[in-house]
């Protein structure tokens, strides 16, 4: 099943908190998800979702939700999207780029989206100790 996922991420990589959607293209606005990010916006480095039939890009709601995070925090996380075909981030300076080489936690969000790319399986890279 295709789905739209959610990850907070800490300053180390590692995943701070979770959720789902039921659809593969929307992932409707959450009280949890608002209530998750509050609670660990000392902690809080990126937010990351996943678009598992893509497009590889920012939705017009993408970029209206990441306008009202960044209003709420009064800072700006890093964001970024995965999709089958790679991996978009929009930097603390607003800029977007492609990393060359994408975290470990992609393919964990690429195997809870329902994303495999070649309708095999998805093989997760090695979790970073710690």
């Given at each position: 099943?295709?789905?739209?996922?959610?990850?907070?991420?800490?300053?180390?990589?590692?995943?701070?908190?979770?959720?789902?959607?039921s659809?593969?293209?929307?992932?409707?606005?959450?009280?949890?998800?608002?209530?998750?990010?509050?609670?660990?916006?000392?902690?809080?480095?990126?937010?990351?979702?996943?678009?598992?039939?893509?497009?590889?890009?920012?939705?017009?709601?993408?970029?209206?939700?990441?306008?009202?995070?960044?209003?709420?925090?009064?800072?700006?996380?890093?964001?970024?999207?995965?999709?089958?075909?790679?991996?978009?981030?929009?930097?603390?300076?607003?800029?977007?780029?492609?990393?060359?080489?994408?975290?470990?936690?992609?393919?964990?969000?690429?195997?809870?989206?329902?994303m495999t790319?070649?309708?095999?399986?998805?093989?997760?890279?090695?979790?970073?100790?710690?």
């Amino acid at each position: 099943m295709q789905r739209e996922v959610c990850f907070l991420i800490d300053g180390e990589g590692r995943l701070l908190w979770s959720d789902a959607s039921s659809s593969p293209i929307s992932l409707p606005d959450s009280r949890a998800r608002w209530e998750a990010i509050w609670r660990h916006r000392a902690q809080l480095s990126e937010i990351s979702h996943s678009h598992p039939i893509g497009p590889l890009a920012f939705s017009h709601e993408d970029e209206t939700t990441m306008e009202a995070l960044i209003a709420a925090l009064g800072s700006r996380p890093r964001f970024s999207v995965v999709a089958p075909d790679g991996m978009l981030v929009r930097d603390r300076d607003g800029q977007e780029l492609r990393p060359p080489e994408e975290p470990w936690w992609t393919g964990l969000l690429r195997l809870a989206s329902g994303m495999t790319g070649d309708g095999g399986s998805v093989s997760l890279p090695e979790v970073p100790p710690g």
